[in-house]
């Protein structure tokens, strides 16, 4: 398994961060989110186009990058199936009728699931959790040939994570606020770097690789195993 990180930004962080976006290849080639410019970061990367995209929830910083992926895999004459729950389809659909491409839904296959459902195709699983977010949100669990990693979207500290998460070989854990700063952030469903900390702890994962920051780079404390992620980084699992 391999993780090739696109955006590790958030929706106000420093422009060369780029939004969310996390490219996973096991025996498919998966996205995780979508953000602005993903495609471009894409091509940046030296990435093929991905088979699945797995869009965690509806908010801008994580799915408006979702059309150009569907426009150039009209292009290229592919299709992208496009996993989530059913008010991000719903969200992603009104996104295409809003830039005038409601044609671009037949180049997706739409894979509906519920906010704790189970996906696979060929060897790869797929596992939703329901998140804490401001909206509906959801976190991710992809596993393939004994490895695997866990994303968490956006979310304040949660249970459902540290289940999903428990014995992942790496955890892709949002952090949109250092220690001290827990109440601001859990008020608008985010977490910070101690909350990733803790729950990367709890779940017994072998390494933490912190993402969505804002204006202010991540604080960890010593002695966490952690990978420090840029665009185009790549961790071979």
């Known amino acids: 398994m391999r ?12 422009p060369w961060l780029g939004y969310p976006g996390i490219y996973v290849e096991t025996d498919r080639r998966l996205l995780l989110d979508a953000g602005e410019g993903t495609y471009a970061r894409l091509s940046q990367c030296g990435l093929p186009l991905p088979e ?21 895999a009209r292009h290229k004459g592919a ?12 969200s992603l659909r009104r996104i295409l009728e809003a830039v005038r491409m409601p ?8 894979v509906e699931l519920a906010p704790d459902g ?23 669990r992809i596993e393939h040939g004994g490895k695997c990693v866990a ?10 994570l540290e289940r999903l998460a428990e014995g992942c070989d790496l955890l892709i ?21 101690k909350d990733a900390v803790e729950l990367a702890a709890k779940a017994g994962v072998k390494a933490l690789m912190p993402v969505h920051y804002y204006l202010s780079p991540p604080l960890l404390p010593p002695g966490v195993n952690a990978y420090l992620p840029y665009p185009c980084a790549s961790v071979e699992l």
């Open 3 to 14: 993780v090739v990180v696109l955006g590790l930004g958030g929706w106000i962080s420093s």
């Open 173 to 193: 854990h949002e952090a949109s606020g250092n220690p001290g700063q827990e109440e601001q952030a859990h008020l608008v469903g985010h977490s910070t770097t």
């Open 118 to 140: 189970v996906y696979e195709e060929g060897g790869t699983r797929i596992a939703f959790a329901p998140a804490k977010h401001s909206v509906e949100a959801v976190h991710v």
């Open 151 to 160: 994303y968490s979207g956006d979310t304040a500290p949660s249970e459902a």
């Open 103 to 110: 044609h671009l839904e037949q180049h997706m296959d739409p």
């Open 52 to 72: 699945l995209l797995i869009l965690t929830h509806s908010h801008g910083d994580h799915i408006l990058g979702a059309p150009t992926l569907l426009l150039m």
């Open 79 to 90: 299709r992208i199936k496009v996993v989530a729950i059913q008010s991000v389809l719903e």
